[in-house]
């Protein structure tokens, strides 16, 4: 890598690292998965899969809401499951939380109300989509704990998912997830503090 592309990324994550920090003092604000240089909306997880993005907490905190965005409406009436897992050696491991069903028959930032505290670390948030139509909003990491970069602009793999799941069956209670390389990214999920 270049120096002028070290120092550009360099650059992000001191933005993106500043731009968290002062989230974090506001009660009310929302945290970001990852230090991240775009936002990519061509990601459309499969049905009767479960997609883990990572997910960094950087200090101890409790939230209330879990937002996901969604950039292409799915079909009326389908929805989406989230949820939030541990790590185990950088791979998704227990269920912590069962975040409950959100609409995605529109484009929209969609919510969920949650109440869970989570300890400095990494966790994972679960997108379980009920049907193939609607696409999701993922974001391009500048740094990743998970693996290779596609290229050396630093498309980062931070996306796992577990095919042995169904919608109808629920979100599993340990993951039985592998790094999925086809999503070069991480699904953009924000967690609100509350606090």
């Not at 120092?7 to 001191?14: D, F």
């Not at 990601?43 to 905190?61: A, E, K, R, W």
């Not at 969609?110 to 974001?139: C, M």
């Amino acid at each position: 890598m270049k120096n002028d592309d070290v120092l550009a990324v360099k650059s992000i994550i001191e933005e993106n690292a500043l731009f968290s920090e002062a989230l974090l003092t506001i009660i009310g604000g929302y945290t970001v998965p990852l230090p991240h240089r775009g936002i990519y909306t061509s990601n459309t997880p499969q049905i009767d899969y479960t997609y883990f993005g990572g997910y960094y907490v950087s200090l101890d905190m409790t939230f209330d809401l879990i937002a996901i965005s969604v950039t292409t409406a799915g079909g009326a009436g389908k929805r989406a499951r989230l949820g939030i897992y541990s790590s185990l050696n950088k791979t998704p491991d227990s269920l912590i939380l069962d975040c409950g069903l959100v609409a995605v028959d529109a484009i929209a930032v969609v919510t969920s109300v949650i109440s869970q505290r989570l300890k400095k670390g990494l966790y994972f948030i679960a997108l379980q989509p009920e049907e193939t139509a609607a696409k999701y909003a993922f974001i391009y990491p500048v740094i990743s704990p998970f693996g290779a970069t596609t290229t050396l602009s630093g498309n980062q793999f931070a996306t796992f998912r577990d095919i042995t799941t169904t919608f109808a069956g629920g979100l599993p209670a340990t993951a039985n997830a592998a790094l999925y390389t086809a999503y070069g990214g991480c699904l953009l999920a924000q967690l609100r503090r509350s606090a």
